[in-house]
Protein backbone atom coordinates (compact mmCIF):
# COMPACT_ATOMS: atom_id res chain seq x y z
CA UNK A 1 0.00 0.00 0.00
CA UNK A 2 0.55 3.22 -0.69
CA UNK A 3 1.98 5.67 2.13
CA UNK A 4 1.87 9.22 2.93
CA UNK A 5 3.21 10.17 5.93
CA UNK A 6 3.39 13.71 7.38
CA UNK A 7 5.98 15.00 10.09
CA UNK A 8 2.92 16.65 12.00
CA UNK A 9 -0.34 15.83 13.19
CA UNK A 10 -0.53 19.09 15.06
CA UNK A 11 1.76 22.22 15.26
CA UNK A 12 1.02 25.79 16.93
CA UNK A 13 3.34 28.47 15.56
CA UNK A 14 3.21 32.79 16.21
CA UNK A 15 2.59 35.12 14.01
CA UNK A 16 5.84 35.65 11.93
CA UNK A 17 7.47 32.45 12.77
CA UNK A 18 9.02 30.19 9.50
CA UNK A 19 7.26 27.28 9.05
CA UNK A 20 8.17 23.38 7.84
CA UNK A 21 5.98 21.12 7.11
CA UNK A 22 7.03 17.46 5.89
CA UNK A 23 5.36 15.57 3.17
CA UNK A 24 7.72 11.57 2.04
CA UNK A 25 5.80 9.41 0.19
CA UNK A 26 7.25 5.46 -0.11
CA UNK A 27 6.04 5.23 -3.59
CA UNK A 28 8.25 6.49 -5.88
CA UNK A 29 5.74 8.37 -7.01
CA UNK A 30 6.75 11.20 -9.51
CA UNK A 31 3.94 13.46 -8.29
CA UNK A 32 3.45 14.94 -5.08
CA UNK A 33 1.13 18.25 -3.77
CA UNK A 34 0.04 19.84 -1.00
CA UNK A 35 -3.55 21.14 -0.68
CA UNK A 36 -4.72 23.11 2.45
CA UNK A 37 -8.39 22.50 3.62
CA UNK A 38 -10.41 25.20 5.15
CA UNK A 39 -14.62 24.41 6.56
CA UNK A 40 -16.93 24.85 3.44
CA UNK A 41 -14.12 25.50 0.85
CA UNK A 42 -12.93 22.14 0.23
CA UNK A 43 -9.44 21.25 -0.74
CA UNK A 44 -7.44 24.47 -2.67
CA UNK A 45 -3.73 23.24 -4.33
CA UNK A 46 -1.07 25.20 -2.90
CA UNK A 47 1.83 23.82 -4.91
CA UNK A 48 2.85 20.91 -6.42
CA UNK A 49 6.03 19.47 -8.19
CA UNK A 50 6.57 16.67 -11.13
CA UNK A 51 9.87 16.00 -10.30
CA UNK A 52 12.74 16.54 -8.02
CA UNK A 53 13.41 20.34 -7.57
CA UNK A 54 10.52 21.36 -10.13
CA UNK A 55 7.19 22.95 -8.54
CA UNK A 56 4.28 24.70 -10.40
CA UNK A 57 2.32 27.32 -7.90
CA UNK A 58 -1.61 25.84 -7.87
CA UNK A 59 -4.54 28.08 -7.03
CA UNK A 60 -3.43 29.90 -3.74
CA UNK A 61 0.17 30.00 -3.62
CA UNK A 62 1.04 33.62 -1.97
CA UNK A 63 2.45 33.03 1.62
CA UNK A 64 3.49 29.85 1.11
CA UNK A 65 6.79 28.26 -1.21
CA UNK A 66 8.08 24.59 -1.49
CA UNK A 67 10.91 22.16 -1.81
CA UNK A 68 11.53 19.24 -3.08
CA UNK A 69 15.27 17.80 -3.42
CA UNK A 70 14.62 14.19 -2.80
CA UNK A 71 11.71 12.00 -4.95
CA UNK A 72 10.23 10.88 -1.67
CA UNK A 73 9.95 14.26 0.44
CA UNK A 74 7.97 17.44 -0.55
CA UNK A 75 8.52 20.66 2.00
CA UNK A 76 5.85 23.39 2.58
CA UNK A 77 7.27 26.49 3.79
CA UNK A 78 5.45 29.67 5.57
CA UNK A 79 8.26 31.84 5.00
CA UNK A 80 6.48 34.71 8.13
CA UNK A 81 3.06 32.51 9.16
CA UNK A 82 0.23 34.44 9.55
CA UNK A 83 -3.04 34.12 11.22
CA UNK A 84 -4.92 33.45 8.55
CA UNK A 85 -2.58 30.40 7.53
CA UNK A 86 -4.36 28.50 10.04
CA UNK A 87 -5.86 25.57 8.43
CA UNK A 88 -5.39 21.91 8.00
CA UNK A 89 -2.41 21.39 5.68
CA UNK A 90 -2.95 17.51 3.09
CA UNK A 91 0.03 16.17 1.03
CA UNK A 92 -0.64 13.94 -1.12
CA UNK A 93 1.21 11.85 -4.59
CA UNK A 94 0.60 10.04 -7.44
CA UNK A 95 2.54 8.86 -10.27
CA UNK A 96 1.71 10.52 -13.84
CA UNK A 97 0.12 9.78 -17.07
CA UNK A 98 -3.46 10.48 -17.98
CA UNK A 99 -6.21 12.21 -16.15
CA UNK A 100 -7.47 9.38 -13.68
CA UNK A 101 -4.46 9.21 -11.59
CA UNK A 102 -5.53 8.63 -8.07
CA UNK A 103 -3.99 11.02 -5.59
CA UNK A 104 -2.88 9.05 -2.03
CA UNK A 105 -3.21 11.36 0.58
CA UNK A 106 -1.54 11.63 3.93
CA UNK A 107 -3.36 12.42 7.18
CA UNK A 108 -3.03 16.00 7.46
CA UNK A 109 -1.34 18.58 9.50
CA UNK A 110 -3.29 20.98 11.58
CA UNK A 111 -1.79 24.01 11.83
CA UNK A 112 -2.58 26.84 14.12
CA UNK A 113 -1.12 30.66 13.66
CA UNK A 114 -1.81 32.22 17.17
CA UNK B 1 -12.75 25.89 -16.85
CA UNK B 2 -14.34 22.90 -14.69
CA UNK B 3 -16.46 23.39 -11.54
CA UNK B 4 -18.19 20.69 -9.34
CA UNK B 5 -21.00 21.97 -7.15
CA UNK B 6 -22.21 19.26 -4.18
CA UNK B 7 -26.03 20.38 -3.74
CA UNK B 8 -25.71 19.54 0.07
CA UNK B 9 -23.32 20.08 2.66
CA UNK B 10 -24.69 17.90 5.17
CA UNK B 11 -26.82 14.61 4.64
CA UNK B 12 -28.28 12.81 7.30
CA UNK B 13 -29.60 9.27 6.74
CA UNK B 14 -30.80 6.58 9.68
CA UNK B 15 -28.65 3.14 9.92
CA UNK B 16 -29.89 0.84 7.03
CA UNK B 17 -31.39 3.87 5.03
CA UNK B 18 -30.09 4.56 1.41
CA UNK B 19 -27.67 7.41 0.97
CA UNK B 20 -27.70 9.49 -1.99
CA UNK B 21 -24.88 12.45 -2.00
CA UNK B 22 -25.19 14.40 -5.17
CA UNK B 23 -22.63 16.24 -7.45
CA UNK B 24 -22.89 18.26 -10.54
CA UNK B 25 -19.79 18.98 -12.51
CA UNK B 26 -19.77 21.66 -15.04
CA UNK B 27 -16.57 20.56 -17.98
CA UNK B 28 -15.93 21.74 -21.76
CA UNK B 29 -15.06 17.99 -22.66
CA UNK B 30 -15.85 14.71 -20.88
CA UNK B 31 -14.12 14.67 -17.66
CA UNK B 32 -12.55 12.12 -14.81
CA UNK B 33 -14.42 12.16 -12.01
CA UNK B 34 -13.83 11.11 -8.43
CA UNK B 35 -15.25 10.68 -4.63
CA UNK B 36 -12.96 10.62 -2.04
CA UNK B 37 -13.75 10.06 1.85
CA UNK B 38 -12.57 12.01 5.20
CA UNK B 39 -13.08 10.05 8.23
CA UNK B 40 -12.70 12.57 10.95
CA UNK B 41 -8.95 13.04 11.69
CA UNK B 42 -8.04 11.20 8.80
CA UNK B 43 -6.70 11.99 5.33
CA UNK B 44 -8.61 11.18 2.38
CA UNK B 45 -9.44 7.93 0.81
CA UNK B 46 -10.59 7.48 -3.26
CA UNK B 47 -14.32 5.62 -3.06
CA UNK B 48 -14.32 5.28 -6.68
CA UNK B 49 -13.36 7.02 -9.96
CA UNK B 50 -15.02 7.12 -13.45
CA UNK B 51 -12.80 7.44 -16.42
CA UNK B 52 -14.80 7.17 -19.79
CA UNK B 53 -15.19 3.18 -19.11
CA UNK B 54 -18.75 2.56 -17.69
CA UNK B 55 -20.91 4.40 -16.64
CA UNK B 56 -22.06 2.90 -13.53
CA UNK B 57 -19.02 2.67 -11.16
CA UNK B 58 -18.78 0.59 -7.97
CA UNK B 59 -16.19 1.19 -5.36
CA UNK B 60 -15.11 0.66 -1.83
CA UNK B 61 -17.90 -0.41 1.00
CA UNK B 62 -20.76 -0.34 -1.10
CA UNK B 63 -20.81 2.72 -3.36
CA UNK B 64 -20.98 3.26 -6.28
CA UNK B 65 -21.87 6.38 -8.79
CA UNK B 66 -23.51 6.54 -11.98
CA UNK B 67 -22.25 9.03 -14.31
CA UNK B 68 -24.70 10.93 -16.83
CA UNK B 69 -23.81 13.28 -19.10
CA UNK B 70 -27.00 14.36 -20.07
CA UNK B 71 -27.75 15.81 -16.60
CA UNK B 72 -23.73 16.26 -15.53
CA UNK B 73 -23.96 14.34 -12.69
CA UNK B 74 -21.92 12.13 -10.54
CA UNK B 75 -23.93 11.07 -7.74
CA UNK B 76 -22.82 8.77 -4.57
CA UNK B 77 -25.14 5.85 -3.52
CA UNK B 78 -25.22 3.38 -1.23
CA UNK B 79 -28.41 0.92 -0.58
CA UNK B 80 -27.78 0.58 3.35
CA UNK B 81 -25.95 2.88 5.60
CA UNK B 82 -23.70 1.74 8.32
CA UNK B 83 -22.30 4.09 11.03
CA UNK B 84 -18.80 3.68 9.66
CA UNK B 85 -20.45 5.52 7.00
CA UNK B 86 -20.58 8.94 8.56
CA UNK B 87 -17.77 11.11 7.19
CA UNK B 88 -17.36 13.80 4.89
CA UNK B 89 -17.38 13.09 1.28
CA UNK B 90 -16.22 15.09 -2.08
CA UNK B 91 -16.66 15.00 -5.29
CA UNK B 92 -13.79 15.83 -7.48
CA UNK B 93 -13.55 16.87 -11.50
CA UNK B 94 -10.60 16.72 -13.52
CA UNK B 95 -10.26 16.98 -17.37
CA UNK B 96 -9.02 14.04 -19.71
CA UNK B 97 -5.44 14.02 -20.72
CA UNK B 98 -4.14 16.58 -18.39
CA UNK B 99 -2.59 14.93 -15.25
CA UNK B 100 -4.18 14.63 -11.82
CA UNK B 101 -3.03 17.45 -10.87
CA UNK B 102 -5.47 19.59 -12.55
CA UNK B 103 -7.87 18.25 -9.63
CA UNK B 104 -11.21 20.71 -8.74
CA UNK B 105 -12.36 19.70 -5.32
CA UNK B 106 -16.01 20.01 -4.79
CA UNK B 107 -16.94 21.94 -1.08
CA UNK B 108 -17.83 18.55 0.50
CA UNK B 109 -20.73 16.96 2.30
CA UNK B 110 -21.17 15.76 6.15
CA UNK B 111 -22.78 12.31 5.94
CA UNK B 112 -24.39 12.07 9.47
CA UNK B 113 -25.70 8.01 9.99
CA UNK B 114 -28.28 8.19 12.74
CA UNK B 115 -28.52 4.85 14.83
Known amino acids: DVKVTQSSRYLVKRTGEKVFLECVQD?????MFWYRQDPGLGLRLIYF???????EKGDIPEGYSVSREKKERFSLILESASTNQTSMYLC?????????????FGPGTRLTVL | AQSVTQLDSHVSVSEGTPVLLRCNYS??????LFWYVQHPNKGLQLLLK??????LVKGINGFEAEFKKSETSFHLTKPSAHMSDAAEYFC?????????????FGKGTKLSVIP
Open chain 1, 92 to 104: ASSLPGTSGDTQY
Open chain 1, 27 to 31: MDHEN
Open chain 1, 49 to 55: SYDVKMK
Open chain 2, 27 to 32: SSYSPS
Open chain 2, 50 to 55: YTSAAT
Open chain 2, 92 to 104: VVTPPGAGSYQLT
